[in-house]
């Protein structure tokens, strides 16, 4: 989704367990996901 929507391509450095996104109301959860990009990296650079 990352190289889809920004053209970026990056690695995931962490991912979190799962969050709720509205207890109480669904069951639905979600994963913050932190993923680093190389300014560097020809395939990066604009």
């Known amino acids: 989704e990352l190289e889809e ?3 970026y391509k990056g690695d995931v ?4 367990p ?3 996104m509205d207890p109480g109301l669904s069951n639905c959860t979600t994963h913050v996901v932190t993923v ?3 300014g560097d990296d020809a ?3 604009r």
Not at 13 to 16: D, R, Y
């Open 36 to 38: 680093m990009i190389n």
């Open 13 to 16: 450095a962490e991912c979190s």
């Open 43 to 45: 395939e990066n650079v």
């Open 5 to 7: 929507e920004t053209g």
């Open 18 to 20: 799962a969050v709720c």
